[in-house]
C-alpha cells in the first residue's frame, strides 16, 4: 500500500506540472490581457495628463499612450520577458507557495483567495455532509421498499429535482421565498445579517441557517438525486448475489441481512465521491453566487476571467488541480477501508 500511495504521489508532480503550463501558455496567450484592459483605462479616463503629456498633450478618448507608458506598464506586470521566462519564475515562487500579487485587488494572491475562501467553505462542507447524511438512509430505505408507494412517489419526486438545473431553482426560490413576488421568509446576499455580532450564541446560529437555507438547498439538490439513486441501485444489485442468499438461508433477518451484510458492499462505489471532500473547499458555484449575492471563490473565478488576472487564475486552477489529485487518491485509499479484498499493487 505504501507503495501505491508513493507511485501515485510522484505521477502527480509531472501531472501538475503539465496542467500548469497547458493553462499558463493559454491564458497568456489570450486576447485582451491586464496591459489591453490599463491602456484602456488610461485612454478613457479623464485624469490621464501624465499619460496624455507624454503623447503630445491628447486628453482625448483616442489619445495614444506613449511608448514608455506601455514599457512601464509590461515591466510592472512582468510582460517584459518571454513567456518561458515568465513560466519559470512563477514556478520558483510557487515553491514558496506564492502565486505573485492580484492585477485587480492589487494584494497577493494568496490573500484574495483566503477572502473569498469562507464563502465556499462553509456552503461546500455543509452541503456535502447533508448530502450524505441525507442520501444514504434514503437510498437504503428506497431498496427495503422496492415498488411499494414510497419508492415510487420519491422516485418521481427525485427526477423532478434533478430535471431542475440548480440555477433555475435558485431564482423560482428567490421568487417564491425571498421577496420575489410572494412571501419574504428568507434573506438574500451574504452569510449573516447586519446586527450579527449583536446576537447571543443560539442568535447567531439561528441567523446563519437562516440566510443558508435558499443557497444550501441549491447546493445539494444535484449531488442529492444522483447519491440516492446511486445508494439504492448498489444495494439493490447486492441482495441478488450468492452469499445474501447465503445469509438468508442461515435464517438472517431482513435487516441483518440488508444493514450488515449487503450495505458495506452497496457502499463501495458511493465510497468513489468521497475523495471530493477536498473539492468542497473551493466549490464555488457562479450561477447560485450571483443568485444569492455570495462573494465566493465562483465570484472570483469568474471576475478574474474578465480582468484577465491571471495571477489569480493561475493559483485557483493550481489549488483545484491538487485537490482533485489528491481527492482521487483518498478514493482508492476508502475503497481498501470499506472492502479489504481490494490491494491496489
Wanted: aromatic share 12%; hydrophobic share 50%; glycine share 10%.
Amino acid at each position: 500500500m505504501l507503495e501505491y500511495i508513493l507511485r501515485r504521489l510522484m505521477i502527480m508532480i509531472p501531472t501538475l506540472f503539465g496542467i500548469t503550463i497547458i493553462v499558463f501558455v493559454i491564458i497568456n496567450l489570450a486576447p485582451g490581457g491586464p496591459i489591453e484592459q490599463k491602456l484602456q483605462q488610461i485612454r478613457f479616463s479623464g485624469g490621464m495628463g501624465d499619460a496624455a503629456a507624454m503623447s503630445g498633450g491628447n486628453n482625448s478618448g483616442t489619445a495614444v499612450v506613449s511608448n514608455e507608458v506601455l514599457e512601464a506598464l509590461k515591466k510592472q506586470y512582468g510582460f517584459d520577458k518571454p513567456l518561458h521566462v515568465r513560466y519559470w519564475i512563477w514556478l520558483k515562487n510557487l515553491s514558496r507557495f506564492d502565486f505573485g500579487e492580484s492585477f485587480t485587488y492589487e494584494e497577493p494572491v494568496v490573500d484574495v483567495v483566503i477572502s473569498k475562501f469562507p464563502v465556499s467553505l462553509q456552503f461546500g462542507i455543509a452541503s456535502l455532509i447533508l448530502s450524505y447524511l441525507i442520501s444514504i438512509p434514503l437510498g437504503v430505505f428506497k431498496a427495503i421498499k422496492k415498488g411499494s408507494k414510497f419508492d415510487v412517489a420519491t422516485t418521481i419526486g427525485l427526477f423532478i429535482m434533478y430535471s431542475i438545473p440548480s440555477f433555475m431553482l435558485g431564482i423560482l426560490l428567490v421568487v417564491f421565498f425571498a421577496g420575489g413576488s410572494f412571501v419574504d421568509w428568507f434573506p438574500i446576499g451574504g452569510l449573516y445579517s447586519d446586527h450579527y455580532d449583536d446576537l447571543n450564541f443560539f442568535g447567531k446560529i439561528s441567523d446563519r441557517i437562516h440566510h443558508f437555507v435558499l443557497p444550501l438547498t441549491c447546493y445539494v439538490l444535484g449531488s442529492f438525486t444522483i447519491l440516492t439513486n446511486l445508494m439504492k441501485n448498489s444495494l439493490l444489485e447486492e441482495i441478488k448475489k450468492d452469499y445474501i442468499r447465503t445469509a438468508r438461508a442461515k435464517g438472517l433477518g431482513e435487516k441483518m441481512v440488508y444493514l450488515k451484510h449487503a450495505l458495506r458492499n452497496a457502499l463501495i462505489p458511493i465510497v468513489t465521491g468521497l475523495g471530493s471532500f477536498l473539492s468542497v473547499f473551493f466549490a464555488g458555484s457562479l450561477l447560485l453566487e450571483i443568485i444569492f449575492q455570495l462573494d465566493g471563490i465562483g465570484m472570483l473565478g469568474y471576475n478574474s476571467v474578465l480582468s484577465r488576472d491571471y495571477n489569480v487564475l493561475m493559483g485557483l486552477i493550481f489549488i483545484q488541480s491538487l485537490l482533485m489529485l489528491v481527492g482521487n487518491l483518498l478514493s482508492d485509499l476508502a475503497y481498501v477501508m470499506v472492502d479489504p479484498r481490494i490491494d491496489f499493487k
